[in-house]
């Protein structure tokens, strides 16, 4: 049985929000906290259902973990089993970055496949590139197996393609490689910048990060690693969205400085403004009024894949055509049908949505399919006219910690409920 949010729309927001950890920097945090015989803390972590689900994995690994407020405290002491059961492994497309871990740590590993939103085919050869590249044989039958009898040894690691888990999987992996490992073309999202940063306080040896290249030089051992979660530049976005449809100023706190430039050069070209100075920015959307002519996601520094789906149901709002073209994943437009239920005028075809903007949107009944969708069914909802009732909350709660509480506190008209 399922929650679903209740919102009654048409209320402007104001007050402040304070932007919860990232759920994107927690999660391979968590699973580098393994290469430590220790306890490693993480503080101000999300307690969202995605973290949760990992913490459930290290547990089945044999770690005891803890929780004091939002700080995560993970001993993985005995941390030594060899399998991640498909149950847990189903539930998260990240789980697959602990095969780096676990071969890196005892040299081999056995996983059921990776789950996580279905917005795309999501393949994993590049992680498994990664691994061989290191030395590691991967058999694939029902699970996925990992061995290195002597070891994993320092490699070149040459990426065809930027991947954020595949780049993360070579990180976890060669840390703890006898040697020198170098990532050629390696993602350069800001949660790779905080892995390396979460590594080092570990003791790792890696330079080069958010370039082209990374060298790591592989130690014997870590220690424990002791890092604050950087806030959420997703969840900022969605609350920055969420602003702007409903033409609203809020303020935000604890904002990520310097990982949203793709997406505010899009919210300022729509006519949105905003000021801000450590840590706090000052959103108003009242005068949003441009269609966008061409909004394509990217790799970062480009325009984050992760904030399509809000920002669509903005352009919603937008007097004028608006073009989106989704470059990342192939399947992300699950929220568009929804949002045409509510009165939206939008039109997909391959990987590009068009969207006519300015009909009114009307309160009804939708169900979130995904995470991010359903993070733009309640910014859609905010700004329609009625009562729009969203089901599938638990797609919303695996990366949003206290949405309903968020948006209530910012003047919304938001509830949750439990489907009879
Ligand atoms: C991560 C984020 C996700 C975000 C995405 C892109 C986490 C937990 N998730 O996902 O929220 O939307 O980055 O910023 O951090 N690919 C392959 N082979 C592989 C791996 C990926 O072809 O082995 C492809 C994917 O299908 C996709 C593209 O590469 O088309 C980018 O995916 P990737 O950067 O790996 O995304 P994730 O790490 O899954």
């Known amino acids: 049985m399922d929650d679903y949010i209740c919102i009654v729309g048409g209320k402007p927001l104001k007050g402040a929000i304070s932007v919860q950890g990232s759920k994107n920097a927690a999660l391979p945090m968590m699973a580098a906290s393994l290469l430590h015989r220790g306890i490693s803390v993480l503080k101000e972590c999300p307690r969202i259902t995605d973290v949760f689900c990992m913490e459930q994995i290290l547990q089945a690994l044999g770690a005891v973990t803890w929780w004091e407020d939002?700080?995560?405290y993970m001993d993985c002491t005995n941390a030594d089993k060899e399998e991640i059961?498909?149950?847990y492994t189903g539930r998260m497309r990240s789980s697959v970055i602990l095969l780096g871990t676990m071969l890196a740590r005892n040299k081999r590993g056995r996983l059921g496949y990776p789950g996580g939103c279905v917005i795309g085919k999501r393949p994993i050869d590049l992680h498994l590139y990664a691994l061989e590249q290191l030395g590691a044989v991967i058999e694939k039958d029902q699970m996925?197996?990992?061995?290195?009898?002597?070891?994993?040894h320092g490699n070149e690691i040459l990426f065809p393609k930027?991947?954020?888990g595949a780049t993360q999987q070579a990180l976890l992996a060669s840390v703890l490689a006898k040697g020198e490992t170098i990532i050629k073309n390696?993602?350069?999202?800001p949660e790779i910048l905080w892995l390396c940063r979460y590594l080092r306080t570990m003791g790792a040896k890696i330079t080069g990060e958010g370039t082209d290249c990374i060298i790591i030089e592989g130690m014997e051992e870590l220690g424990p690693g002791c890092m604050?979660?950087?806030p959420d530049r997703i969840v900022a976005g969605t609350y920055i969205c969420a602003a702007a449809a409903t033409r609203s100023e809020i303020t935000l706190e604890n904002v990520p400085e310097g990982e949203l430039d793709a997406f505010l050069d899009v919210y300022c070209k729509m006519g949105g403004q905003y000021?801000?100075?450590s840590g706090k920015l000052i959103v108003n959307g009242q005068n949003i009024h441009?269609?966008?002519k061409l909004l394509e996601t990217a790799v970062y520094p480009g325009f984050p894949t992760d904030l399509q789906s809000q920002v669509m149901a903005v352009l919603a709002t937008v007097p004028g055509e608006s073009l989106i073209r989704e470059q990342i994943f192939e399947d992300r437009y699950k929220a568009a049908q929804e949002l045409v239920q509510m009165g939206a005028h939008i039109r997909i075809s391959g990987r590009e949505a068009r969207v006519q903007g300015g009909y009114p949107l009307y309160g009804r009944q939708v169900t979130a399919r995904e995470l991010r969708g359903g993070a733009a069914l309640v910014i859609a909802a905010l700004c329609a006219k009625g009562t729009t009732r969203i089901s599938g909350y638990s797609f919303i709660s695996r990366g949003y910690e206290h949405i309903c509480e968020d948006l209530l506190g910012a003047g919304a008209r938001i509830s949750l409920g439990r489907e009879a």
């Open 70 to 72: 939002h700080d995560l």
């Open 85 to 87: 059961p498909e149950i």
């Open 144 to 152: 996925i197996q990992g061995t290195a009898p002597s070891g994993l």
């Open 162 to 164: 930027r991947s954020v």
């Open 186 to 189: 390696p993602a350069r999202e």
């Open 228 to 230: 604050r979660v950087p």
């Open 275 to 277: 000021q801000g100075n």
């Open 290 to 292: 441009c269609p966008i």
